[in-house]
């Protein structure tokens, strides 16, 4: 299920405070500044820095 556009406007990434991009193929938001992903776990976001993973 997609992320809702309203929530993704409204989310930031936590290392940068940049600006964060869905990808609905694997079900991750990206911080290209950053190069990092952070996972989407039973339809909810987890912004921890130490969740992420590098792309």
Do not use: N, S, T, W
Request: glycine share 2%; net charge negative; with cysteine.
């Amino acid at each position: 299920m997609p992320i809702d556009k309203e929530l993704l406007e409204i989310l930031a990434c936590p290392k940068c405070k940049g600006e964060l991009e869905y990808d609905e193929e694997h079900d991750v938001l990206r911080c290209h500044q950053c190069r990092l992903e952070y996972p989407i776990v039973d339809e909810i976001p987890v912004l921890l820095i130490e969740e992420a993973k590098p792309f």
